[in-house]
Structure formats: C-alpha cells, structure tokens
C-alpha cells in the first residue's frame, strides 16, 4: 500500500473531495487526520480537528495537537462564479483570494517548519486546470487558483532540497452533486470522480513520488 505507516493530514476533510482523498489515504494504509471549519466528519476515517483555516493562530494551535506527520493534502478552497472583471468588487476578490490562498498559506506556515525538522514529507495542493487561463465570469477565482499554483513551484523549489516534495492537481470538472445540479444538461460521464482524483493526490503524497517536484499535474478525465 502506497501510504502504508504513513499520517496524512487533509484539509477540507468534510467536503466531497476531501472525503474521497481521506477514504484513499485510509484505504492504501495511511492514519488520517482530517481538518474542516465544519464539523461533519465521517468518524470512521480518523482524528478529526473542527478549525477556521482563515485563522492563522487557530491553524498553529491545531497543528501543534498534530503532532508528527508524512504528508498534508491542502484540499480547502471552494469555487463561485462572479460578475465580470470590472465588476469584481472587493468583497468578490477576497472571498477567493481567502477560501483559495489564505487558508493553503496559513496550513503552510504551520506545516512545512515541523516537515522540515523531519527531513521529509509531502504536500499536496489543488489548483485547477481552468485557471491556466482566465475565463469570463471567473477572474477572481481563475487568479486565486493560479495563485496556488504559483506558489506550489515557488515552494517546491524552497523546499526540494530539504527532503519535502510539493506538488498539485490540476482537476477539470469534479463529479459532484452541486456540479450536476448547476449543470444538469453536461454529460457527467467525462467529469473526474473524486475517487479517482483522490487516487492521484495520494500517489503525489506517497514516497512512489519522490523525484517529482513543484508538477502541476492535470486531472481531467475525458473533458
């Protein structure tokens, strides 16, 4: 098993993807620790921690009840469409640049200092293959979402050296309920499961990934 005697620590573990990333990481052996501002949890699949990630004091505290881990999956983010560019007002910007950005670099500020100590260990973040360019209606999530994916090369190149590998997914649509209610018409057969897309955060946590840094990796099923 890929995460056999491994901890893994998943962020967002309430939420649809990070469920299915927290039941694979079980699955292939790993102990996880599962985070969330929402305490809805599945009990079977490990520790639970109900934290506000936008807090960054919150974040240090939680991490500091933690204790040692291999590998920490940023999943926390979510997705709105908005109104155009020139009509993205502060609160719109904010709200992606916060769920997206500030919640993956407070989880990083907490995580990477005892992954260093360690010498080793895995991070996992999630852009999105959209956000390789900009979309109409989508400016404010499109630049936080290239905003992660930026700063995942940027800390893999800080951090490669020292025995942590820092890669993401680049998921197109994720198969979930409130994508198919928005859009009922789609044939969801060509959207990404969150199985599958879990399967592949997992290699990227497992040492089977130990030569690959700072990749983007794109997740897209046959969109």
């Known amino acids: 098993m890929l995460l056999e005697g491994k901890t893994m620590v998943v962020t967002g573990a309430a939420g649809i993807l990070g469920h299915a990333v ?18 809805r949890f599945d009990a079977n699949l490990g520790v639970s921690h109900v934290v506000n990630l936008m807090d960054a004091q919150a974040v240090v505290s939680c991490f500091a009840g933690i204790g040692p881990f291999d590998a920490l999956a940023n999943i926390a983010g979510g997705f709105a469409m908005g109104p155009t ?3 993205t007002d502060d609160a719109d910007w904010d709200a992606m640049f916060d769920i997206n950005v500030k919640t993956l670099l407070h989880v990083v500020r ?29 400016g404010a999530y499109t630049a936080a979402k290239s905003t992660v994916m930026r700063l995942t090369e940027a ?47 997992c290699f990227l946590a497992s040492d089977s990934a130990c030569a690959v840094h700072g990749a983007l990796v794109p997740v897209n099923g046959l969109v």
Not at 117 to 133: D, M, P
Not at 178 to 184: E, F, S
Request: proline share 5%; net charge negative; glycine share 10%.
């Open 22 to 39: 927290a039941t694979a990481a079980r699955e292939q052996g790993a102990k996880v620790v599962l985070l969330d501002v929402v305490d």
């Open 85 to 87: 560019v020139a009509g």
């Open 110 to 138: 907490s995580a990477v200092p005892s992954l260093i100590e360690q010498g080793r260990g895995s991070i996992v973040n999630v852009g999105a293959l959209g956000a390789l360019r900009g979309a109409g209606h989508m």
């Open 155 to 201: 800390l893999s190149d800080e951090l490669k050296t020292q025995g942590v590998n820092v890669n993401a997914v680049l998921p197109s649509l994720i198969d979930t309920p409130k994508n198919r209610a928005d859009m009922p018409d789609a044939d969801f057969s060509t959207w990404v499961s969150p199985a599958d897309l879990a399967a592949v955060i």
